[in-house]
C-alpha cells in the first residue's frame, strides 16, 4: 500500500471543486488494483518456490513418469514461469483460475461454498461484536471511573490479551465439555447444508471472533467519547443548559463516529486472518478450513485463488471504511 500511495501522489490533483468522496473512491481504486496486481505476483512467486512436484503431489507417489509429465503438460508447469503466470493471471481475470489440483473441480466452484459459510461468520461476529462494543464504550464513557467502567476495561484488557485458540478453548472448556453441555464443541456442516442453517453450531466460533475483536472497538470508543465529552464544544453545550445526554447524543458522538468506524473497519480485516484458526479449531467448513487443506494437500490452484480473495477483501474494506469515515465527518464530505 505504501508503494500504491506513494505512485497516487504522483499523479496531478484533483481540479478544485472536485467531490472528496469519488477523489478519494478514484484514488483507492487505483491503489487497490495496484495492491492486488503486487499480491498476485508474491503469491505466484511463493507456490512456485514450494518444494516438491505438483503434478507428482496431484497424483501420488504411485503415478508414473508419464502421468506425471501428461499432467505437467496440461497444467503448463513445464513451461517458464513468466509464461505459467501469464496464463494464471488472464484466467483469474476471466473468472476462470484454474482446476483443483486434487479432485479436478473448478476452484471457484470448490471455494465459493466455503466462502459462503466464512461471510457468515464474518457478519454475525462484525454486526454483534461492533454493536456490544460501541454500547459498552459509550456507557464506559459516560459513566467514567465508576465500577461498571473499571470493570468492562479490565475485562477488555484481559481479553485482548489472550489469542484466537485461547479464548476458543476456553469457551469450549466452559459450555461443551468440563462445566456444562449445552453447545457442540465441534461445528462442521454437512456439505449442502448453508452456514445460515446452522443454529448452534455457530454460536461458540461467533463468541470466539466476537471475544477477539471486542475490547479494542470498546476501547477505541471509551476513548473518543471521553475525548469528545471534554472538548470545548461539549462543554459550552454544557453550560448553555443543554441536558447532558441531548450533548452526549448530539455533539460528543457524531465527533467520535469516525475513528470508531476506522477501529471497526480494522477489526473486520483481523477477522479474515483470525478466522483461519478459528475455523480450525470447531472444524467449520470455511474459507480458513480450505486454505489449510490445500497447504497440506499443496493445491496450489487453491492456494492462489484464496489468496487472492482475502486480498480482495483486505481492498474492498479498506475502501468501504474509509468512504464511511469520510461521510461520517461534516466538515471533510462537501467539496470545497
Known amino acids: 500500500m505504501v508503494i500504491a500511495e506513494t505512485f497516487m501522489r504522483l499523479r496531478p490533483p484533483p481540479s478544485s471543486g472536485s467531490h472528496p468522496i469519488w477523489h478519494l473512491l478514484a484514488r483507492r481504486t487505483v491503489a487497490g488494483l495496484f495492491t492486488l496486481w503486487l499480491v498476485s ?45 501469464e496464463l494464471w493471471i488472464s484466467g483469474l481475470v476471466k473468472g476462470n483460475p484454474g482446476v483443483s489440483l486434487t479432485n479436478g473441480q473448478r476452484v471457484t466452484l470448490l471455494t465459493l461454498p466455503h466462502l459462503e459459510n466464512s461471510a457468515v461468520l464474518v457478519i454475525l ?104 465529552l471534554e472538548s470545548d464544544y461539549a462543554e459550552t453545550a454544557i453550560l448553555e443548559g443543554l441536558p447532558p445526554r441531548r450533548v452526549l447524543v448530539r455533539h460528543a458522538l457524531p465527533n467520535a463516529v469516525p475513528p470508531i468506524i476506522q477501529v471497526i473497519g480494522i477489526n473486520i480485516l483481523y477477522l479474515a486472518g483470525g478466522i483461519v484458526i478459528v475455523e480450525y479449531i470447531f472444524n467449520f467448513p470455511g474459507i480458513g478450513q480450505a486454505l489449510v487443506s490445500a497447504v497440506s494437500d499443496r493445491d496450489i490452484p487453491t492456494i492462489q485463488f484464496i489468496v487472492i480473495l482475502l486480498a480482495a477483501f483486505y481492498v474492498v474494506v479498506n475502501i468501504a471504511t474509509d468512504v464511511i469515515a469520510l461521510l461520517t465527518t461534516p466538515r471533510r464530505r462537501h467539496p470545497r
Open 125 to 228: 461476529a462484525g454486526l454483534i461484536g461492533s454493536a456490544l462494543a460501541v454500547a459498552a464504550g459509550i456507557a464506559a464513557a459516560w459513566k467514567r471511573d465508576s465500577v461498571f467502567d473499571h470493570v468492562t476495561s479490565a475485562t477488555a484488557l484481559a481479553l485482548a490479551a489472550l489469542p484466537e485458540f485461547v479464548v476458543a478453548i476456553g469457551l469450549i472448556v466452559v459450555f461443551s465439555t468440563l462445566l456444562f453441555h449445552w453447545l457442540p464443541a465441534v461445528s462442521f456442516l454437512p456439505p449442502q447444508v448453508s452456514a445460515w442453517s446452522g443454529g448452534n453450531l455457530l454460536v461458540l466460533p461467533v463468541a470466539t471472533l466476537v471475544l477477539v475483536i471486542s475490547p479494542y472497538i470498546f476501547r477505541m470508543t471509551r476513548a473518543t467519547m471521553i475525548e469528545a
Open 41 to 85: 505476483i508474491l503469491v505466484f512467486a511463493a507456490t512456485q518456490a514450494l518444494p516438491g512436484n505438483a503434478a507428482q503431489a496431484a497424483l501420488g507417489q504411485t503415478a508414473t513418469p508419464q502421468r506425471v509429465h501428461l499432467l505437467e503438460v496440461q497444467l503448463h508447469l513445464n513451461r517458464p514461469a513468466v509464461v505459467q503466470y
